[in-house]
């Protein structure tokens, strides 16, 4: 397991229990408990858990140390996608996006562009995900529409058939997505299903598809199949992207900007 995976897995079993001690993370984890007293220590210089002796406790505001430390990881390059998706939207549209880190970056760059300050609305952002809505809300000229559903506490999106009643019942101009993996010839896809199935449902009711991916998920698979590459209309991702990867998906009818 690499440093970052096994991170993010102590994260998500403290916001899941509260605390840890070394022995029972290493057992989990199937590593040495020399490997988790060193990762705690870490963790702890990043604030994002308080050392204990033999373990560690959440810090703060608990249910946010997964996304924290995701948002935290190639920060410039998510920023830098963001805002080129961001610009892809024109005033007045009506925007759908879905959960994850680089989707919440989209958001906020579309809450500082100077012509979304004014308008009745000046966007309409329909969202499964709770802390892009909680981010977007207090935006008076912003119309905030939340699917409904159940929520999932790893992402932070709403799930299940109560997301799916609000999303058979609009229209999008268009769907931001947030990947785990984009490949030309298996699609967008996400680790999990029900988070998928909403984001499958949310590019039927688009008018065009962006994906905003960093060249890291170019290429990868994952469990659950979000759309085809032929619904996808827009790929942003980052310059690190490899040309032939790039070739490929425009070869499969995609626009691609690299940032």
């Known amino acids: 397991m690499s440093r970052d995976a096994r991170w993010k897995a102590l994260l998500e079993l403290l916001v899941e229990r509260g605390r840890l001690d070394v022995e029972e993370a290493a057992a989990e984890l199937t590593v040495s408990a020399a490997t ?14 308080v050392r204990t002796r033999g373990g560690a406790v959440v810090h703060g505001v608990s249910y946010e140390l997964p996304l924290r430390y995701k948002t935290a990881r190639q920060a410039s390059q998510k920023q830098r996608i963001a805002e080129a998706v961001a610009d892809l939207v024109a005033p007045g549209e009506a925007v759908g996006l879905t959960g994850g880190t680089t989707t919440t970056e989209v958001a906020r760059a579309l809450a500082v562009r100077g012509d979304l300050t004014t308008g009745t609305p000046a966007l309409t952002v329909v969202t499964n995900a709770l802390n892009i809505a909680n981010e977007l809300a207090v935006r008076p000229q912003f119309k905030i529409v939340v699917t409904g559903g159940v929520a999932r506490p790893q992402s932070y999106e709403l799930i299940g058939p109560l997301a799916d009643g609000v999303l058979g019942q609009i229209t999008l101009d268009a769907a931001v997505l947030g990947v785990v993996g984009f490949d030309v010839t298996h699609g967008a896809a996400a680790h999990d299903e029900a988070e998928a199935a909403v984001n499958r449902l949310m590019c039927e009711r688009a008018a065009r598809v962006i994906v905003a991916a960093d060249s890291g998920k170019l290429g990868a698979r994952a469990f659950a199949r979000i759309c085809p590459t032929d619904l996808v209309d827009t790929l942003v991702t980052d310059t690190a992207a490899a040309p032939d990867a790039v070739r490929r998906f425009e070869e499969a009818g995609v626009r691609v900007l690299t940032v």
């Open 36 to 49: 988790i007293r060193r990762d705690f220590d870490q963790l702890a210089e990043q604030q994002m858990l």
